[in-house]
């Protein structure tokens, strides 16, 4: 009986957020879906006939030279590269986002704020500007070749423009947000005493990171991961520009399908295969990380 | 570190709960990376040459530029009210949303509602963009309607997420025992949300606004296959300029929205200082 | 849902605005390629108010304007994506009567391949592609693809390709002999391999050349004239080369969308163009070649007799127009692209 009432309460408040949802992100999902089955047009576009085309090329490949068929190897690596940069890019983001947003939410109640903002100003330049200031600083003749010179630590600039590095000093800068904010929303809200507690039983500050901080602030982390890895799988403008465009990621390659490639249902096949994958590893991401009896979904 | 509670007796007299060892360094380190390019880009908008690396010599010349180009001005503030209405739009529906799933207990379909609330981080913007391009122009042809509300709706689901996770995750850890307290006092529903729930729940509301603030903003793709006619957003002007190169008039074009955003946040922090 | 009726307010009154406006034209062109000058003197001579708005690529244009109710007036497809625009009814056939300066298009761009005797399109901009090279790095001979394919010592790591698929497989079909469009497998194979062996000597594939060699991030690279040209200006060791093994020619053309709904204020555009002098303010600022003639006398002087702007006589025969290549073609191509970048 409560809980009949409580389903309805929460698809209630949920109804307009849904609504604008249905428009703005499931409806063309379902499109897509549609898309992924279908021959793809002359010119970009689709058309009938229904066709498992695009869905075959994901995975295999027809050689276009002596026709055989096999795993689609290139496939396999822009996805390989697109999953280990985004990896190392939340674990890098939390590494420096939770001292950042430990730091903030230890700070005075009134200036917390003003900490906050700090943290958001820089993203308020678009993420084009940033991406090209970001290429400024890391370039052969950038701020960090040049004083590393001046310092004689080095004779030569190190190329870290247009490298995999580059792509992930730019993911890095441009989700670290992502991250500390919600690491900052759970922090916050913490009883300080379960710190001292911990102090009194453990003594040691690891220990005490480990086995009180962490579970205790395990929603803003989860958040924190989710906000950041997923958007990286699917980032285009800082792998063209600091990458340099040689090595794509998946959303570079499901762009070039949807434009010069002219492939819509390959694009599309892609774009559902991402998202499939994206949804079973975060069933398992969470029910990894929920505790027993837990009660998150 | 200064407000903590008195040390217990037996440690050391400086000793803080709520310091860890090397987080303060990181956090300053942090702080030092994230400026370090934006001082590049200010620094750069008042360069002489025609480079964004060269430096040529003071000059405001592209601040001149950026002041006569009528169209990047309008992109700029295209930009701020499609992000300000879906900031705060995407704001309210997640709030009520994160309410709805965290706050019943769970219920038969709450997966499926978190699911279809994050379905627009999972969904690469290119494919959105094309699926929202195919479906909105039906919808324009038939309606004749080519106003900003396709980019609105847009903006405002894409950034339905970005506001939704941390309201969520603060509202997941949120004593209960307050509202009910309140509740005992006989204090209306409604106020008691008012006054107990949402005050404590501001925290996360306002870091989720300005992840949706931020993201809306920021964002390129869907907007560019979204737009039409006479819509282009900063982002899809500056898109536009890739094939070209960039000149030193889009540094003084962030760093004029910069400035802009520190005298309102600083008249903000005043004006708030001076009533709290 | 106060939110949804700021939205909703906030809707009625830029649809208001946008009604307000008496005679106004909605182009649509590639970002920063429209003369701000030119624009001003078109709405102080006219009354008319321009709207432009930017695409960053020919694909884009053309799935926007298929999905409909886009609202623009005027489009700038590349020459190899007219006729696509054409069969698929999106452009309309042009009223020469209303087009008096028509006249004034040089007689080498009347008669082209995508657009015999001009019915759809008058000329924007036309211009190459080819190899930008720092001769200060490198003192050989630049009129060659292998400067990108098979780099010389000197150059190996220091190397930007232009991320356009056409004009680089076209590039590289020709410079192993094929014709551009060609479906031939054994000219593809030596195509597929010639380009994986040298990509491992590009540093970047990427548009923008000119902030490059201009900072000699890069020493050479496959791109288009125009930001060669800068870029010298920047940097004079910076030349560029018109390869012998044949190099692609393309013009962007302004075609009138067949649902185009200020018809008269874009006739009046289109032949506003066409005079030299505005012709020469296109040219002045997006730095190609405009294909009006009378405009080289308006245009500033370092473009007129540039290297880079008018093809030097010895190599004129070698510049190719890059047709439109058949859906079974461009599926080939991608599938190399693709490789290419994995």
């Known amino acids: 009986m409560r809980r009949r009432s409580r389903a309805r309460a929460g698809w209630l408040l949920s109804a307009p957020a849904l609504l604008v949802l249905l428009v703005g992100a499931v409806g063309p999902l379902l499109v897509v879906l549609l898309y992924s089955f279908l021959t793809r047009g002359d010119y970009g576009g689709v058309r009938l006939p229904f066709s498992l085309e695009g869905w075959f090329r994901v995975f295999l490949r027809r050689d276009i030279f002596d026709g055989t068929v096999s795993l689609n190897t290139d496939h396999l690596s822009i996805f390989w590269r697109s999953i280990w940069l985004s990896l190392t890019t939340t674990l890098v983001t939390f590494v420096l986002g939770l001292p950042t947003a430990w730091f903030i939410a230890t700070r005075p109640e009134r200036s917390r704020p003003l900490w906050l903002f700090l943290i958001t100003i820089p993203f308020w330049t678009n993420l084009l500007i940033r991406t090209f200031a970001i290429l400024e600083v890391i370039r052969n003749e950038g701020l960090i070749n040049t004083v590393l010179m001046r310092l004689g630590l080095i004779s030569a600039p190190i190329q870290i423009l247009f490298t995999d590095w580059a792509t992930l000093i730019g993911m890095t800068y441009v989700y670290l947000p992502f991250m500390v904010l919600p690491l900052y929303a759970a922090i916050d809200r913490f009883d300080r005493r379960l710190l001292e507690a911990g102090y009194d039983l453990y003594a040691d500050r690891w220990r005490v990171l480990r086995r009180v901080i962490l579970p205790l602030i395990r929603p803003g982390i989860v958040a924190g991961c989710i906000l950041v890895f997923i958007p990286a799988l699917g980032a285009y403008v800082t792998p063209r520009v600091l990458g340099g465009g040689t090595n794509m990621m998946i959303g570079n390659f499901i762009e070039l399908q949807f434009g010069q490639g002219r492939n819509w249902p390959l694009g599309s096949a892609l774009a559902v295969t991402l998202l499939i994958a994206v949804m079973g590893a975060l069933l398992l991401y969470l029910r990894a990380t929920t505790p027993k009896g837990g009660h998150d979904g | ?276 | 849902m106060r939110s949804l009726r700021l939205a909703a307010a906030t809707l009625a009154l830029v649809a208001g605005q946008a009604a307000a406006q008496d005679r106004q034209l909605q182009l649509y062109n590639w970002g920063d390629y429209t003369s701000p000058e030119l624009i001003a003197k078109f709405e102080a001579e006219t009354g008319i108010r321009v709207t432009i708005t930017d695409y960053d690529s020919n694909d884009t244009a053309l799935a926007k304007v298929s999905a409909g109710g886009h609202g623009f007036d005027l489009v700038v497809p590349s020459a190899n994506y007219v006729p696509i625009w054409i069969e698929h009814g999106l452009i309309q056939e042009l009223d020469h009567s209303r087009l008096p300066n028509i006249v004034n298009i040089a007689p080498e761009w009347v008669d082209v391949a995508w657009d015999p005797g001009r019915r759809y399109t008058v000329p924007w901009q036309w211009g190459t592609t080819g190899i930008a090279v720092n001769t200060s790095a490198y003192d050989g001979d630049i009129n060659t693809s292998d400067i990108v394919f098979d780099p010389p010592e000197e150059l190996r790591g220091k190397i930007n390709v232009v991320p356009e698929m056409a004009d680089v497989i076209s590039m590289a079909i020709m410079n192993v002999g094929g014709e551009p469009c060609t479906e031939d497998l054994e000219v593809l194979r030596q195509v597929r391999d010639m380009l994986l062996a040298a990509k491992p000597h590009w540093l970047s594939m990427d548009y923008d050349s000119e902030a490059k060699l201009s900072a000699n991030d890069i020493m050479a690279a496959l791109t288009w004239n125009g930001p060669t040209m800068r870029a010298r200006l920047n940097n004079p060791p910076v030349a560029y080369g018109y390869p012998v093994e044949g190099y692609p020619i393309w013009m962007d053309s302004v075609a009138l969308l067949s649902d185009a709904r200020n018809v008269d204020e874009a006739y009046e555009f289109l032949n506003f163009i066409m005079e030299p002098e505005n012709a020469a303010l296109i040219s002045n600022y997006a730095r190609y070649a405009n294909g009006i003639t009378g405009s080289e006398e308006f245009m500033d002087p370092e473009m007129r007799d540039a290297p880079e702007i008018v093809i030097p006589e010895e190599h004129r025969a070698h510049g190719v127009f890059l047709p439109t290549c058949p859906p079974s073609a461009t599926d080939l191509y991608a599938q190399i692209w693709t490789e290419l970048q994995s």
């Open chain 2, 1 to 276: 570190m200064a407000e903590t509670p008195p040390p217990p007796p037996v440690r050391r007299r400086t000793f803080s709960a709520t310091t860890l060892p090397g987080f303060a360094a990181v956090a300053v380190t942090v702080f030092v990376a994230l400026y370090l390019p934006i001082a590049t880009l200010v620094v750069f908008s008042f360069n002489a040459a025609n480079s964004m690396s060269d430096w040529g010599g003071f000059s405001l010349r592209w601040y001149e530029a950026a002041w006569a180009n009528r169209a990047v001005q309008e992109a700029a503030g295209r930009s701020l009210l499609i992000a300000t209405i879906a900031s705060l739009a995407s704001t309210v529906l997640a709030t009520l949303a994160a309410l709805g799933t965290t706050r019943q207990g769970p219920f038969r379909g709450r997966m499926a509602i978190w699911g279809a609330i994050n379905t627009p981080l999972m969904v690469p913007e290119i494919v959105t963009g094309v699926a929202l391009l195919i479906l909105f122009g039906t919808v324009r042809a038939w309606t004749g309607y080519q106003g900003l509300g396709y980019l609105v709706l847009a903006h405002t689901a894409f950034c339905i997420p970005f506001a939704y996770l941390p309201i969520r995750a603060r509202l997941e850890r949120m004593d209960r025992l307050l509202e009910l307290a309140a509740a005992d006092l006989y204090a209306s529903p409604r106020r008691a949300f008012l006054r107990i729930t949402l005050p404590l729940l501001m925290p996360g509301v306002l870091a989720g606004a300005m992840l949706a603030f931020v993201i809306s903003l920021d964002d390129v793709i869907i907007t560019e296959f979204v737009k039409s006619a006479g819509q282009d957003t900063l982002p899809t002007y500056m898109l536009g300029q890739f094939r070209r190169t960039l000149t030193p008039e889009v540094n003084a074009i962030a760093t004029a929205l910069l400035g802009l955003t520190l005298v309102l946040l600083t008249a903000f922090f005043l004006i708030t200082r001076r009533r709290g």
